[in-house]
Nanobody, 127 residues
C-alpha cells in the first residue's frame, strides 16, 4: 500500500500562490498526482508524475500555472500553484499507484488509475 497525506491548503487571493505537499508512506509509488473537486462539480484531474523519471502530465486548465515535482529522498510530491484563480477553489487530493504507466497513457489523468487517495486539502481562492 501507498498512503498519501496532503498538507498546505488554505485561503489565497486571486493571482497569488500556494504550494501543496503530499507525503507518501509505505510501498514505493510508480506514479502520483493531484485531482481536485469543487463544490457541486465532478472530481477532475490536475497533474500527474511518473516517479522514476519525473514524466509529467497536466490538465489544460492549469498548464503554465501549476508545477508538480517530487523529492525522492523525502518521498514527497508537491504541487506549486501560481496565478491562482477563483475557479481553482476546490478540495485537492493527492493520489498514488504502485504502477508506472507508459508515456502518454490515459491512466495518468484517470481516477481509475490510482488506488490510493489522500483525505484532501481545501484550497480557496478569494478576495
Amino acid at each position: 500500500q501507498v498512503q498519501p497525506v496532503e498538507s498546505g491548503g488554505g485561503l489565497v487571493q486571486p493571482g497569488g500562490s500556494l504550494k501543496l505537499s503530499c507525503a507518501l508512506s509505505g510501498q514505493a509509488a510508480g506514479a502520483t498526482g493531484w485531482f481536485r473537486q469543487a463544490s457541486g462539480k465532478e472530481r477532475e484531474f490536475v497533474a500527474a508524475m511518473r516517479w522514476f523519471d519525473a514524466y509529467t502530465r497536466y490538465a489544460d486548465a492549469v498548464k503554465g500555472r501549476f508545477t508538480i515535482s517530487r523529492d525522492r529522498t523525502k518521498k514527497t510530491v508537491s504541487l506549486q500553484m501560481n496565478s491562482l484563480k477563483p475557479e481553482d477553489t476546490a478540495v485537492y487530493y493527492c493520489v498514488a499507484t504502485p504502477r508506472a504507466y507508459n508515456t502518454g497513457s490515459t491512466y495518468y489523468s484517470d481516477q481509475l488509475g490510482y488506488e490510493y487517495w489522500g483525505q484532501g486539502t481545501q484550497v480557496t481562492v478569494s478576495s
